[in-house]
């Protein structure tokens, strides 16, 4: 999660350089905002990119024991990424970006940990 976190937060946002919905002159007359905005940028969104990554990350590591654990840690992810576009923090593409960055990610870290841990596959 640190990983994604930085690399969305201190890497990307700044780059791109996104008003969040909330903070647009141009839709936040429009938009529902339901929570505090804050400052900062919008794509992609650390909150889906955090979720992801976890999600992917998790679900490899105990598929085997519990696989039930992939379509939950996903809908989780999900819900919370969807909740972000709800309160007028993301635009639906930031959710998106962050989606894809996460779970390259999490698919990254998880292969590392496989490489060096050969022998436990729970």
Not at 13 to 30: H, S, T, Y
Not at 52 to 63: K, R, V
Not at 101 to 107: A, H, L, T, V
Not at 108 to 118: A, G, P, S, V
């Amino acid at each position: 999660m640190i990983f994604c976190d930085q690399i969305t937060s201190t890497i990307l946002k700044p780059f791109v350089a996104r008003l969040r919905p909330c903070n647009d002159p141009e839709v936040k007359d429009i938009i529902n905002t339901l929570v505090y905005c804050g400052g900062g940028y919008s794509f992609p969104s650390s909150h889906a990119g955090n979720h992801f990554g976890l999600a992917i990350f998790l679900s490899g590591l105990f598929f085997k024991k519990f696989n039930w654990i992939f379509p939950l840690s996903i809908v989780w992810a999900t819900i919370i990424s969807i909740a972000q576009v709800y309160v007028g923090k993301h635009y639906p593409f930031d959710v998106l970006g962050g989606t894809i960055i996460g779970c390259i990610i999490g698919f990254i870290f998880l292969r590392i940990f496989h490489h060096f841990n050969k022998e436990i596959w729970v």
